[in-house]
């Protein structure tokens, strides 16, 4: 008798990037559903084709999201047939470059950075498949130090909601939105995760505001909670998509001119997104209330020319610090 069995997204991801990585030339999606760890177990449980066809969508949609070059080779007469496509991840665009070496004192840094990294962001079935790094049943002898995971750290809401994504069902949590003072609860149909300008955000359907809406995960003020109520899963079609291009969207209305002192941080940072201005760098931006934190942080490395209403977020929040700082020290 077949049992269900839920791998954790994180462990299925982990599998799923090591046999793309262990194959030269390329796993069909057969292959894939049938073979690798958390797309096998669940076809053995009697998932349907339909079902996992469309986890494996989603995964290579986060894959990618995540910096992963996952490469899709079809049939060379005709290359918009993808029936029979292959799938892989080229090495030679994941790998580090071939001239960078490490001492033995600089492997141990990384490899407790690495424990920190998956302490941080990882359940401990993923931990346990990258100590394995093993997928398919393969011996992978390249060390995983060889490779560069661009995965970044994630709320504790990531999990309970990439569950609630992948089972379609209505969600629960208390959000604080920029700019109030109190969360408000809210109901909403989880339909994609997605990382812009390097944090996480739901997109979903507001079943109050009866609208779709993007959350910031790290204003989840409440443990995420998944109700009894499903809905369509159709409806994660394309969601992700949609999510970031209307990030985008916001961000093509909304610049920031800075002046941002040569050889900070602030300046590395910023410039990885930023255009030359006149006086300085125009940077789009999303949200006046996080962009407005980013900036703080980096203290006199930045000078906020316009918009106004950026420059007095950011001055309000300095001097917040100012006052922190000097009740601290008359304590």
């Not at 998509?241 to 610049?255: P, S």
């Amino acid at each position: 008798m077949a049992t269900d069995f839920r791998a954790a997204p994180e462990e299925r991801l982990v599998n799923l990037v090591v046999a793309l990585l262990a194959t030269d030339q390329g796993l069909t999606k057969d292959t894939i559903l049938s073979s690798v760890s958390g797309y096998r177990e669940q076809q053995d449980a009697g998932t349907s084709k339909d079902a996992l066809e469309k986890m494996f969508e989603r995964d290579k949609e986060n894959l990618r999201g995540l910096g992963v070059p996952i490469e899709t080779i079809g049939d060379h007469a005709d290359p918009d047939d993808l029936r029979e496509a292959r799938y892989r991840v080229p090495t030679a665009e994941y790998e580090l470059p071939a001239d960078i070496t490490f001492s033995p004192a600089e492997l141990a840094v990384l490899n407790l950075a690495g424990g920190v990294w998956s302490e941080s962001s990882m359940s401990a079935d993923a931990r346990s498949a990258l100590r394995k790094i093993s997928a398919l049943g393969i011996e992978v002898d390249a060390p995983i130090i060889g490779y560069a995971p661009r995965i970044s750290l994630r709320e504790a809401s990531f999990a309970p909601l990439q569950s609630a994504i992948e089972q379609a069902r209505v969600v629960e949590f208390d959000y604080l939105k920029g700019g109030e003072d109190a969360a408000r609860r809210r109901r909403i149909r989880p339909l994609a995760l997605v990382e812009y300008e390097a944090r996480w955000h739901l997109f979903g359907f507001d079943l109050d505001q009866d609208a779709d809406r993007t959350f910031l995960l790290s204003r989840i003020s409440s443990d995420v909670v998944l109700t009894r109520a499903t809905f369509d899963l159709e409806l994660r079609e394309h969601a992700g998509e949609r999510a970031l291009e209307g990030l985008r969207a916001v961000a093509r209305r909304q610049r920031a001119l800075l002046e941002v002192a040569p050889g900070t941080e602030a300046a590395l940072r910023l410039s990885r997104r930023a255009q030359p201005a006149d006086q300085g760098i125009h940077v789009p931006f999303v949200d006046v209330h996080v962009f407005a934190d980013e900036l703080a942080s980096y203290g006199p490395e930045v000078r906020v020319v316009e918009p106004v209403a950026l420059r007095d977020e950011v001055v309000a929040r300095l001097r917040l610090a100012a006052r922190r700082h000097a009740a601290e020290d008359a304590a």
